[in-house]
T-cell receptor
């Protein structure tokens, strides 16, 4: 079974600075999908960004980008120009194309300091 | 567009009582998921449905938990009898599957915070 590991339980960043959240995963599949979700205190689960494993180009969404290293099974999230509203729990998730199973990491709590 | 709708948003009840959580997926989505989130165990997949059929319920903790999806626009998660250790946030999510391939993200509801006293 696939596992997703987020090794940073907590991270902190100064407003307007850049922060990178780490995620690694374990799989024997060659085709899969990766996601980052954000969960603010309101507890909504909000999709931030996604990456298809067959695409070499790293996904970007405005201030959010990923560094996808397929060989290393690494999928880090970079947040540029951090804003106070970025403060939340961030979850990395793996989804197999073979089924609907989605595996989540334990999450990283991001604090943004003014 | 309406997202995934869950009700109630909060539920407080005494142990032993029956609890029913409700979910309306996004229209057109053919897959529905129930998750439980706790501090200790994080996000756990309880069960998921594809085209209203339960596909994998291996995450359901025990027989006290049951889930149904009578049609494409409604699902319930029931706990009977409830216990204090069932206290958690329960999320429903939906997504679409094309040709059997699950390349779409899951869209989550706002969750139900369940407290069993």
């Amino acid at each position: 079974a696939q596992t997703v590991t987020q090794s940073q339980p907590e991270m902190s960043v100064q407003e307007a600075e850049t922060v990178t959240l780490s995620c690694t995963y374990d799989t024997s599949e060659s085709d899969y999908y990766l996601f980052w979700y954000k969960q603010p205190p309101s507890r909504q689960m909000i999709l931030v960004i996604r990456q298809e494993a067959y695409k070499q180009q790293n996904a970007t969404e405005n201030r959010f980008s990923v560094n996808f290293q397929k060989a290393a099974k690494s999928f880090s999230l970079k947040i540029s120009d951090s804003q106070l509203g970025d403060a939340a729990m961030y979850f990395c998730a793996y989804r197999s194309p073979a089924n609907n199973d989605m595996r989540f990491g334990a999450g990283t709590r991001l604090t943004v300091k003014p | 567009d309406a997202g995934v709708i869950q009700s109630p948003r909060h539920e407080v009840t005494e142990m032993g009582q029956e609890v029913t959580l409700r979910c309306k997926p996004i229209s057109g989505h053919n897959s529905l998921f129930w998750y439980r989130q706790t501090m200790m165990r994080g996000l756990e997949l309880l069960i998921y449905f594809n085209n209203n059929v339960p596909i994998d319920d291996s995450g359901m903790p025990e027989d006290r938990f049951s889930a149904k999806m009578p049609n494409a626009s409604f699902s319930t998660l029931k706990i009977q009898p409830s216990e204090p250790r069932d206290s958690a946030v329960y999320f429903c999510a939906s997504s679409s599957t094309w040709g059997g391939r699950s390349n779409q993200p899951q869209h989550f509801g706002d969750g139900t915070r369940l407290s069993i006293l």
